[in-house]
């Protein structure tokens, strides 16, 4: 089992930036792929990023590729999100994931979800 925690939205002005982290309780947080995912209002979830159980592999939205890196600490149990250039379309509620296996871009695929960060980019 294991028990995320999002932290770190916010309201940010377009152009700026926002590190989102998500900390991880439970065992074997080392063994796990995670994702982000975000939902806007009226809209459908959607993949933002993910990275491999060892970090060495990193995924990226097209919306996001070159404005957001998506990094984890195994030792401190944490994934980041770092959102660079931040754009009013970016605006959403953001949610941490968590898999044993391979990254992937499939939410379906994800066994554990937080309870979500918002985000809110201002023009």
């Known amino acids: 089992q294991v028990q995320l925690v999002e932290s770190g939205g916010g309201l940010v002005q377009a152009g700026g930036s926002l590190r989102l982290s998500c900390a991880a309780s439970?065992?074997?947080?080392?063994?796990?792929?995670m994702g982000w995912f975000r939902q806007a209002p009226g809209k459908e979830r959607e993949f933002v990023a993910a990275i491999s159980w060892s970090g060495k592999n990193t995924y990226f939205a097209d919306s996001v590729k070159g404005r957001f890196t998506i990094s984890r600490d195994n030792a401190e149990n944490t994934v980041y999100l770092q959102m660079n250039s931040l754009k009013p379309e970016d605006t959403a509620a953001y949610y941490c994931a968590a898999r044993l296996g391979a990254a992937t871009d499939y939410e379906g695929e994800y066994d554990y979800w937080g309870q979500g960060t918002q985000v809110t980019v201002s023009s």
């Open positions: 439970g065992r074997a947080f080392s063994s796990y792929a």
